[in-house]
């Protein structure tokens, strides 16, 4: 039982790059987050998903996409990336609506530098 | 928009110390949740409290949620060095709204 996994750990990029960062999770949990953390600001929402196909936009969503094709992966892409997107990127999954009190379940980390 | 303010922001202590770190807020939430994130890691759930007043305790860690559901405390007794690191609280509003509203955290460092 893996939990969850984020891939890849660490990434550079040069300006205007694109990429696709990976969260899988075993869990069989219907929710799905995306979150950065930077330093002084906290972590940040940036898209989730309440289940299979469907995804929302949460606190800072411009500049990114995301999928949710299938109900243990999701994925959160940059299509040009900028030095603003420099930070640790977490991808978090929870039971959502099955769950009273929303506890949610964190990976790794992928610490993305743009140049 | 729900805040949750914690305080301090840093705390640097020796091994032994008692601690208390806070997180405050104006808003009601049904639950509140604190995290622990060690350097290089990601935020790992330490507790969730649900009731107004409620009290859990972890080995030495005590965690209490505000009458009124709108604080929370965290209590360690005789820090370790392993208890260095981030600690972050989290609220959940409840409902439809599967959003975590979370704090900016309090960094501990215990030294040996």
């Known amino acids: 039982n893996a939990g969850v996994t984020q891939t890849p750990k660490f990434r550079v990029l040069k300006t205007g790059q694109s990429m696709t960062l990976l969260c899988a999770q075993d869990m069989n949990h219907e929710y799905m987050y995306w979150y950065r953390q930077d330093p002084g600001m906290g972590l940040r929402l940036i898209h989730y998903?309440?289940?299979?196909?469907?995804?929302a936009k949460g606190e800072v969503p411009d500049g990114y996409n995301v999928s949710r094709l299938k109900k243990q992966n999701f994925l959160l892409g940059l299509e040009s990336a900028a030095p603003s997107q420099t930070s640790v990127y977490f991808c978090?999954?929870?039971?959502?609506?099955?769950?009273?009190?929303?506890?949610?379940?964190f990976g790794p980390g992928t610490r993305l530098t743009v140049l | 928009t729900q805040l949750l303010e914690q305080s301090p922001q840093f705390l640097s202590i020796q091994e032994g110390e008692n601690l208390t770190v806070y997180c405050n807020s104006s808003?009601?939430?049904?639950?509140l949740q604190w995290y622990r994130q060690e350097p290089g890691e990601g935020p790992v759930l330490l507790v969730t409290?649900?009731?107004?007043?409620e009290v859990k305790k972890l080995k030495r860690l005590t965690f209490q949620f505000g009458d009124a559901r709108k604080d929370s405390s965290l209590h360690i007794t005789a820090a370790q060095p392993g208890d260095t690191g981030l600690y972050l609280c989290a609220g959940n509003s409840g409902g439809s709204n599967y959003k975590l509203t979370f704090g900016k955290g309090t960094l501990l460092t215990v030294n040996p």
């Open positions: 409290v649900v009731t107004g007043g």
């Open positions: 808003s009601v939430f049904s639950s």
């Open positions: 978090a999954s929870g039971r959502g609506g099955l769950s009273l009190y929303n506890e949610q379940f």
């Open positions: 998903s309440v289940g299979e196909g469907t995804t």
